[in-house]
Nanobody, 125 residues
Framework: QVQLVESGGGLVQAGGSLRLSCTAS????????MGWFRQAPGKEREFVAT????????FYTDSVKGRFTISRDNAKNTVYLQMNGLKPEDTAVYYC??????????????????WGQGTQVTVSS
């Protein structure tokens, strides 16, 4: 069992930056592919970014490429999402997830086994 706790959300003006963190319990963190998803009000949960277990490979949805960076520190059981150049349309609850199956890039929510509780990101115009 893996428990995930996100932090770092908040209110920021358009063009600003935030760094989300997701810390996992347990000793198997380094074996999981990690992903970030988001869900805006009235919309379905959508994929944002994913990173392989070693951290060597990353993949992003088109709307965040060049602005967001996913990374991980396996020694700290933590995955990060650095978000720069934030836009009002980035406003959502952001979730981290841990999984191990499926084909790379792991974009499907159904492939992830464990989820955090979410952290709110609000970008004002």
């Amino acid at each position: 069992q893996v428990q995930l706790v996100e932090s770092g959300g908040g209110l920021v003006q358009a063009g600003g930056s935030l760094r989300l963190s997701c810390t996992a319990s347990g000793r198997t963190f380094s074996t999981y592919v990690m992903g970030w998803f988001r869900q805006a009000p009235g919309k379905e949960r959508e994929f944002v970014a994913t990173v392989t277990s070693s951290g060597a490979n990353t993949f992003y949805t088109d709307s965040v490429k060049g602005r967001f960076t996913i990374s991980r520190d396996n020694a700290k059981n933590t995955v990060y999402l650095q978000m720069n150049g934030l836009k009002p349309e980035d406003t959502a609850v952001y979730y981290c997830a841990a999984g191990g199956g499926g084909l790379w890039p792991t974009r499907l929510a159904s492939v992830y086994d464990y989820w955090g509780q979410g952290t709110q990101v609000t970008v004002s115009s």
